[in-house]
């Protein structure tokens, strides 16, 4: 069995999934257990459409707690810079040839953003981007074999 590396996390990402997880395992509990007695009540539970879908989201709350929980047990916090990309950190990139920014968040999928898509730090692009800073130019592979460059115009933490 391989050992699952650290989720990266922003103190700001840890402390919405830590607060998630505290609500799924209190009051997301206490209303699946209603949901599902209330319908326990309507009769037959062979042909409860009720029953069937409140054990359907007791099914899917828990996979979420487990979810969680494995990943707050494993999380490492980071501290974002403006100075390297690194995960926490947004990239703003402009690929070899074009004039569009494209901004990214570096990180887990769990940092979420509103105003930009997350990029794993593992993945092609996102470890070319890893420990460089503005102005770098980065040269990675993508899966089809192209080889593309781009150019760090941004990092904000």
């Known amino acids: 069995m391989t050992d699952t590396p650290p989720t990266q996390l922003s103190r700001d990402a840890y402390d919405r999934l830590q607060a998630e997880l505290e609500d799924l395992k209190t009051r997301g509990r206490v209303e699946i257990a209603r949901a599902i007695e209330a319908a326990r009540m309507l009769g037959d539970l062979s042909e409860n459409g009720d029953y069937h ?22 999380a490492t916090i980071v501290e974002a810079s403006n100075e390297e990309v690194g995960p ?21 999928i769990e940092e979420r953003h509103h105003e930009v898509d997350v990029m794993s730090p593992s993945s092609p692009l996102g470890s070319a981007l890893l420990g460089k800073r503005v102005g770098d130019v980065v040269e990675y592979e993508v899966p089809s074999g192209a080889r593309l460059k781009v150019e760090i115009v941004e990092i904000r933490a």
Do not use: F, P
């Open 53 to 74: 879908a409140a054990k359907d989201s007791q099914g899917k709350m828990e996979s979420r707690v487990r979810q969680l929980e494995a990943i707050l047990k494993r």
């Open 88 to 108: 926490g950190a947004v990239v703003g990139i402009r690929y070899e040839g074009d004039e569009d920014v494209e901004r990214y968040l570096i990180g887990s």
